[in-house]
């Protein structure tokens, strides 16, 4: 893949990123109720460990919730693609560490495989919940989906900042406080370090795409490019 063709996939899936994450945080339930640290619902049901975690999409005055969930899945199963993507090819960007570039893609599309897994469960976890059914049994695969998916992530960052201390440049150290903040929140499953993590990850997409833009702005002004 040459410069200029990863520059203009890269461009595309900082696009498709942004336009997504817009979208997914248009159609989210916003009038539910949560405690114990939670501030994100869409966070709250992806990392819930045990039943009483999901009191909050119980019962008949959380149906409206529970279907704003499910449309955000169904955008979700496009979102994976295009986060991942543009994570791989900042990655493949460092072209000077092709075996970490390369390590990197692969481990973006572990998250790929890993969210779609998820979002299958949590759109069954919602079709429990509607018929008050039981929910036990599916909660260990999310575990698993979840975890892979935000560890995948976090290990995709964490090169990502390496690469970024290797060039001399300081923002690979923020970068690292992705997997940092993702293994405390593993460990200890607080509510607040899981609302940390997504905040994380969350700046760590903006500035990919402000790398984007940044990229663009030093190829209009044929200066070399970051």
Not at 163 to 173: D, H, I, N, S, V
Request: glycine letters at 8%; proline letters at 4%.
């Amino acid at each position: 893949m040459t410069a200029r063709t990863l520059r203009w996939a890269q461009t595309a899936a900082a696009a498709a990123t942004l336009v997504l994450a817009v979208w997914l945080g248009a159609i989210g339930p916003d009038d539910v109720e949560l405690d114990g640290g939670w501030r994100t619902p869409i966070i709250a049901f992806e990392l819930a460990r045990t039943p009483e975690d999901l009191a909050f999409l119980r019962g008949p005055a959380a149906a409206q919730a529970r279907r704003a969930m499910d449309a955000m899945h169904r955008v979700d199963a496009v979102f994976p693609f295009a986060y991942a993507s543009l994570l791989a090819l900042v990655l493949l960007g460092r072209g000077r560490q092709r075996l970490a570039a390369w390590l990197g893609a692969a481990v973006c599309a572990v998250a790929v495989a890993s969210d779609l897994v998820e979002n299958s469960v949590l759109v069954q976890l919602t079709a429990a919940l509607d018929h008050d059914a039981p929910v036990a049994a599916l909660l260990p695969t999310l575990f698993v989906a979840t975890w892979a998916k935000w560890g995948a992530i976090g290990v995709a960052a964490g090169l990502l900042g390496v690469l970024e201390l290797a060039r001399r440049r300081a923002l690979g150290g923020l970068v690292l406080l992705v997997p940092l903040v993702t293994v405390i929140a593993f460990a200890t499953g607080m509510p607040s370090m899981g609302e940390a993590m997504a905040l994380a990850v969350a700046g760590l997409f903006l500035g990919l795409l402000v790398h984007t833009v940044v990229l663009w702005c030093h190829l209009l002004s044929d200066r070399p490019a970051a």
